[in-house]
């Protein structure tokens, strides 16, 4: 069984941005420290700018899966900083449907 968070993450990595939005209910919101962004389109644009841009590469290091929820303990790095250097993140999805209703992100 492929989880909603696993999915993510695959297409995180590859820079999907279709494949990722395809994961989202129709009117999704998105809570991390850059902002707040509600719909798709506010979401597309996050994605693209933000996380594509730093061309991310994203590993699970931990899964805790609800019936309604998923929590992604992670560890992400990307080509454009310092060798070794980590970002470690907690995503919570809010599921509806089989789709993410919501997302909050946070990290250190």
């Known amino acids: 069984m492929v ?3 696993e999915a993510y ?12 939005l395809s994961l989202f209910a129709a009117d999704p919101v998105l809570l991390h420290p850059a902002g707040r962004f ?3 389109q506010a979401i ?12 991310a590469v994203t590993e699970i290091e931990r899964i ?13 790095t990307s080509p454009l900083a310092e060798p070794g250097q980590y970002v470690y993140a907690v995503d919570v ?3 509806s449907d089989g789709l993410i209703r919501t997302l909050d992100i946070y990290y250190r």
């Open 38 to 40: 509600e719909g798709r």
């Open 3 to 5: 989880l909603i968070a």
């Open 44 to 55: 597309s644009g996050f994605y693209t700018d933000v996380v594509f841009h730093g061309q």
């Open 9 to 20: 993450i695959d297409a995180v990595n590859r820079a999907d941005l279709d494949g990722l």
């Open 64 to 76: 805790h899966i609800a019936e309604d929820a998923q929590v992604l303990q992670l560890r992400a």
């Open 93 to 95: 999805f809010g599921l």
